[in-house]
Nanobody, 120 residues
Framework: QVQLAESGGGLVQAGGSLRLSCAASGSIFSINAMGWYRQVPGKQRELVAA???????NYADSVKGRFTISRDNAKNTVYLQMNSLKPEDTDVYYC??????????????WGQGTQVTVSS
């Protein structure tokens, strides 16, 4: 079983910055993709940013140039540096990790979500 611990959300003024962290722990053999998603009320979760094991990144058009995703493989941790935040970035952000467990089984784990609120 793989657990995710998120941190770093909060309240910030427009134009400010926040850094989200998500650490994976438990029965992990290897981690493939790590990513951040957000969920607009009434809609499905949408990708904000993702990073693969070889460092390839993918961003939603709305955050390109403002957000940066990175990972520390030694710590099984993914980060999301959010700069130039806008009120429309307000949402609950969820971490997702895909990989293989110690039993070589595929897993996909979600974090509990962390609130990001950007005031105008």
């Amino acid at each position: 079983q793989v657990q995710l611990a998120e941190s770093g959300g909060g309240l910030v003024q427009a134009g400010g910055s926040l850094r989200l962290s998500c650490a994976a722990s438990g029965s992990i053999f290897s981690i493939n993709a790590m990513g951040w998603y957000r969920q607009v009320p009434g809609k499905q979760r949408e990708l904000v940013a993702a990073i693969t094991s070889d460092g390839t990144t993918n961003y939603a058009d709305s955050v390109k140039g403002r957000f940066t995703i990175s990972r520390d493989n030694a710590k099984n941790t993914v980060y999301l540096q959010m700069n130039s935040l806008k009120p429309e970035d307000t949402d609950v952000y969820y971490c997702r990790v895909d990989g293989y467990s110690d039993y070589r089984r595929v897993f996909r784990s979600w974090g509990q979500g962390t609130q990001v609120t950007v005031s105008s």
